[in-house]
C-alpha cells in the first residue's frame, strides 16, 4: 500500500476532509530573533523603536509589531536623531550602516546571521581577488544589502541562461555566494552552469546556506505525494514563500498563496478530499490554524501532520537584549 492509499482508506470511509501539515513550517530561527529583537527593544527602550524594512516579510508580524509601538519605515532619513534602530533580517549595505553611525542611532542589527555569513564568504573570497557572483532574484533587499556589503562590483545571476551571458573571460578567478532563501535545489543548476563557464570558481557549500529554506522545500515536495491541493501561507512579498508555492505547482499538485484565511477560496478544494499546508518561514501559526478552522467551516475535517524533520536551532541575540 503506499502512503497515498493508507490516506484514501479512513478519508473515504469518514467522509472526512484531511489536512495534512508539512513539517518543518513556518518561523525559522532567523524569523524568531528579529521578532524577538523588536519585542525586546520595546520592553527595555520603550515605543517607539524604529525598523528600517519589514522586519520580516508578513504584514501580520509588522501589524502586531505597530501595534506595540513599532515604527517601520524604508529609508534612515525617516528616523529621528538618537532613535532606536532596528535593521531588518534581511541584512543592509554597507552604507547603510555608515549612515546610521554618522548620524550616532541606536542601532540593533537584527540580520539573519546565515545573512551574516554569506556576507562575510563574499568579503573573503573578494580580499583573496576573485570576482564575485551573487546568485540571487535582483530587488530582493537581502540581495541588495549583500551587494551593498561588498567593496567590489558584484555579478547578480539570476537563471543559468544569464550565465551564458556574463562578459568575464572564462578563466577569471570567481567565487558565487547565494541568497539564503533560494535551496541547494535551485542553485544547483545555475552552480553547475557556472562551473561550466569558468575555469577556476569557488564557492560554499551549499548545504550550509540556510537549513529552514531547504527544510521547507523539502516539506513541500513531501507533501505535494499525499495531497490533492496545497496551501502555502505566506506574504506576496515572501520570497521563500513563493518558491514553496512554485514547488507544489511543479510537482504536479494546484498550489496556491494566501496570505491568510481571507484569500483562501473554498472553489479550490471543492474536489480535495486531502489538502496540504505549510507556510513560509516569516508566517506565524496562527495563521495556519486559521485557514484550518476556514477548511473547517466546509466540513468535518481531520488534520495531520508530516513526522518531517524537527528544528533545533536558535540564534543568540544582540548581547543588550540578551537580559530583557
Ligand atoms: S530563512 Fe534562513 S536565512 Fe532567512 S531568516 Fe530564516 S534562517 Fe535566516
Redesign the pocket.
Known amino acids: 500500500m503506499n502512503k497515498r492509499e493508507m490516506i484514501d482508506g479512513p478519508v473515504g470511509r469518514q467522509g472526512l476532509r484531511q489536512i495534512i501539515l508539512a513539517q518543518p513550517r513556518g518561523f525559522?530561527?532567523?524569523?524568531v530573533r528579529a521578532v524577538e529583537i523588536v519585542e525586546r527593544a520595546l520592553q527595555k527602550y520603550g515605543a517607539p523603536v524604529y525598523v528600517r524594512h519589514e522586519i520580516v516579510h508578513n504584514k501580520h508580524v509588522v501589524d502586531s509589531l505597530k501595534a506595540k509601538g513599532a515604527r517601520f519605515v524604508e529609508e534612515l532619513s525617516e528616523i529621528p536623531d538618537n532613535a532606536v534602530t532596528i535593521f531588518s533580517?534581511h541584512g543592509v549595505a554597507r552604507r547603510i550602516e555608515e549612515e546610521a553611525s554618522k548620524r550616532d542611532l541606536h542601532v540593533l542589527n537584527a540580520t539573519?546571521p546565515?545573512?551574516t555569513k554569506v556576507h562575510n564568504q563574499g568579503k573573503r573570497y573578494v580580499e583573496k581577488g576573485r570576482t564575485l557572483i551573487l546568485i540571487g532574484h535582483a530587488g530582493h533587499p537581502e540581495v541588495e544589502g549583500t551587494m551593498g556589503q561588498i567593496s567590489a562590483p558584484v555579478v547578480l545571476v539570476q537563471t543559468e541562461q544569464e550565465v551564458d551571458k556574463l562578459d568575464i573571460p572564462t578563466n577569471t578567478p570567481v567565487a558565487y555566494v547565494t541568497q539564503?532563501?533560494l535551496s541547494v535545489d535551485d542553485t544547483k543548476g545555475i552552480i553547475a552552469a557556472l562551473q561550466r563557464r569558468f575555469t577556476d570558481i569557488v564557492g560554499p557549500e551549499t548545504r550550509d546556506i540556510?537549513y529552514?529554506?531547504q527544510n521547507r522545500q523539502t516539506a513541500v515536495r513531501e507533501l505535494s505525494e499525499l495531497v490533492d491541493v496545497i496551501l502555502v501561507v505566506g506574504a506576496k512579498n515572501s520570497s521563500?514563500s513563493n518558491r514553496l508555492r512554485e514547488i507544489g505547482s511543479e510537482t504536479g499538485v494546484p498550489s496556491y498563496l494566501i496570505a491568510d484565511s481571507s484569500e483562501f477560496n473554498s472553489e479550490w478544494v471543492r474536489d480535495a478530499r486531502v489538502v496540504g499546508i505549510t507556510a513560509g518561514?516569516s508566517a506565524p501559526e496562527v495563521l495556519v490554524d486559521g485557514v484550518i478552522d476556514a477548511l473547517g467551516r466546509l466540513g468535518p475535517v481531520e488534520v495531520s501532520t508530516l513526522s518531517g524533520r524537527q528544528e533545533t536551532i536558535e540564534f543568540r541575540l544582540p548581547a543588550e537584549l540578551a537580559a530583557v
Open positions: 525559522c530561527a532567523g524569523v533580517a539573519c546565515l545573512v539564503t532563501t540556510c529552514a529554506t521563500n518561514a
